[in-house]
Every structure is written in structure tokens, then in C-alpha cells.
């Protein structure tokens, strides 16, 4: 059964009087802390963080502090307190919950900042199974949606790219955050959330060899918007996964017009066919995302009759890579067994 609404409207503008900065990320956090303590915002903050922001010359409040309880367990325990996630979640229009704040003694925090431990980089990195676990965030993912679920009062910042938007929105609403912007924050959010479980879950299932998981999730992180889609009144965007492969996906264009969605389709084609060979077979020739046949080395031949020969993309030869650039030879990463006809592709 669906849980029920007290149906408060949400108010339009919000006036942040206290703000909880943890982050891993500490891009930039020095100076947006300082721009929100400038604005009168109290800060408080955990563990690495506060250290930081101490050293910037800031005043900030110790999480344990609020909580009155210590960080415990190596951190692993350190916001996840009913002064915390009650001065979230509270809804400030609600009597019963300003009632439960006053009977506890807790404030109520109306701005986080927050990003999550580095899953994704450690993995990337070649973490162990033991240092992968240890990346996985809990307080973090936590507090970003009780913020993010709390929007109509609460703002949640997730990515040092926000900033200098809420700042904005600061200066331009007498130092409040409009409900359009805690929106927007909060579905962002809620998309980092989902994107960062769809990597541990996409990790333990590769670690298990589960080949077919019961749930299966999929996440990637915008690189570019597109002109259209497959047709022209259709829109497309370009999301990378962070795996670390090469591709036309995290190729360097050197030259020539914004590629489209047909482009890169094709050309990917075009890579991951020949990827299945050996370099000393004979390459085949794409069309349309669809292999046609064999053909020579010759660009003339491996064009469709009537085609044009495109600048878009040039591959020039030069050392392996771990990633794919428009200098890098279209070959499996280093590490990876050369295919050949009769063997799959390195990335299945």
C-alpha cells in the first residue's frame, strides 16, 4: 500500500540557514563553503570535510557535535543519526514534525552538499574485492535522499558542476533557493544515486559471474547532447559508463562538424566490427550499423557507392591505450586476448 500525503504545498522560495557539507569530491568546496558562510549560512560538516574547511579559515561545526555520538567504526558511522536524518526529513510545514524537532533538540538542515565515495574510480583502478567494498557509501546515499525526497524544503547538491547555479540562485532570490532549482537538484540526485547502485550492482554481478541477474541496471554520465536522433525531430544524447575500453564512444574528434547520432552509430559499427578480426584478416565494411561484406584496406572501396569520404573521425596509429582517442589504433585493451573470426569480441 502507497503511503499517504499530508499534501503540504511545497513553498516557492527557501532561505538556507544551515548547510551539511561531506564530500569526497573536494573540488571547489573551499570556495563555494566560503561564498555559504559569506551568506550567513552555518556550516557543519564530517570527518576529512570539516578538517578542510577548518584549514580555508572557516567556522565549522563538527558532525558529532549535532549528534553528541562519535564517529565510529573506521567512519563507517558518522551521520546515520536521527539528528541528522530527522533534520532532514522534517517537514517544516507540518506541525506534528516541528513538534518532534522542539521534543528532541534538533535543527533543521536546509542545505546539503554531499558526494559519494569513489566506487566507480576504485573499480576502474583495479581495487581488490575487499578495497571495492570498503568504496561503497551508505552515509552518503542516505542523506542525498532524505535531502533529495525533502526538496520541497531542502536543497542537495551532488556534484561540484551545481555550484556556481546555486549560488546564483542565492543572489538572485535575496539568499533563497527556488523550488524549481530544488527540483532539478533533487532529479539529479536521485539520478546519481541510481547510477552509483547500478555500478555496484553491475560490479557484483561481474564478480559472481552472474550472467543473468534478476535486476539489471544500467547508468552512464552525460558527455554531449546530440543535433537529433536516428531522425531529424527525434533528440539524442551521448552517456558514457566509465568503462575503461576503446571505442568511438571515448574518442577525440580532431576535426569536422558535430557528430550526430547516425555518425556515431555507425562509425561504433564500423570500431566493434573490426575488433572481431585479427589485423592480418581483412576488414569488413559497415553500413547503416549493418556489416554487408568483406572488403579491402582501400577507403575507396570501403565506402557505400555515392559516399563521401567524411573528416569527422581519423584514427592515426600510435601507442595501446587504455582509453580510446582519435590517435588510438582500433585494438582490444591492453591485456586483452587480439580476436580473431572465430573468437567474440573483447567486450562480451
Wanted: charged letters at 20%.
Amino acid at each position: 500500500m502507497a503511503v499517504s500525503s499530508k499534501h503540504f504545498p511545497a513553498p516557492d522560495l527557501r532561505r538556507p540557514a544551515r548547510a551539511l557539507l561531506s564530500v569526497s569530491d573536494k573540488t571547489g568546496l573551499a570556495d563555494f563553503a566560503t561564498a555559504l558562510a559569506d551568506r550567513g549560512i552555518e556550516l557543519i560538516s564530517t570527518g576529512g570535510t570539516a578538517r578542510t574547511l577548518a584549514e580555508a579559515g572557516l567556522a565549522v561545526r563538527d558532525v558529532t557535535k549535532l549528534t553528541g555520538f562519535p564517529e565510529i567504526m573506521d567512519g563507517r558511522v558518522k551521520t546515520l543519526h536521527p539528528a541528522v536524518h530527522g533534520a532532514l526529513l522534517a517537514v517544516r510545514d507540518d506541525p506534528d514534525h516541528q513538534a518532534a524537532l522542539a521534543n528532541h533538540g534538533l535543527q533543521p538542515i536546509d542545505l546539503i552538499v554531499v558526494n559519494l565515495y569513489p566506487f566507480e574510480q576504485a573499480v576502474a583502478a583495479g581495487a581488490s574485492f575487499a578495497e571495492a567494498v570498503e568504496n561503497i557509501d551508505i552515509g552518503g546515499p542516505a542523506m542525498i535522499r532524505a535531502a533529495a525526497k525533502n526538496h520541497a524544503y531542502v536543497a542537495v547538491v551532488t556534484d561540484p558542476e551545481d555550484y556556481a547555479e546555486v549560488l546564483a540562485a542565492l543572489d538572485a532570490h535575496a539568499g533563497a533557493i527556488p523550488l524549481d532549482l530544488r527540483r532539478r537538484l533533487a532529479a539529479r540526485a536521485f539520478a546519481r544515486t541510481a547510477a552509483y547502485d547500478a555500478a555496484i550492482a553491475a560490479w557484483f554481478a561481474g564478480e559472481l559471474d552472474i550472467a543473468a541477474p534478476r535486476h539489471f541496471a544500467l547508468a552512464g554520465r552525460l558527455r554531449s547532447r546530440l543535433r537529433y536522433g536516428e531522425n531529424p525531430h527525434q533528440r539524442a544524447a551521448l552517456y558514457l559508463t566509465g568503462e575503461r575500453r576503446p571505442g568511438v564512444a571515448t574518442a577525440r574528434q580532431l576535426q569536422g562538424k558535430e557528430l550526430s547520432y547516425n555518425n556515431l552509430n555507425d562509425t561504433d559499427a564500423a570500431f566493434e566490427l573490426v575488433a572481431e578480426f585479427d589485423p592480418k584478416d581483412t576488414p569488413p565494411s559497415p553500413s547503416s550499423s549493418t556489416p554487408i561484406r568483406a572488403a579491402s584496406p582501400s577507403p575507396a572501396r570501403s565506402r557505400r557507392p555515392g559516399q563521401a569520404r567524411s573528416p569527422a573521425i581519423r584514427f592515426r596509429p600510435s601507442a595501446a591505450s587504455s582509453r580510446s582517442t582519435a590517435s588510438s589504433t582500433p585494438t582490444p585493451p591492453r591485456g586483452s586476448p587480439r580476436c580473431s573470426p572465430r573468437s567474440s569480441s573483447p567486450r562480451r
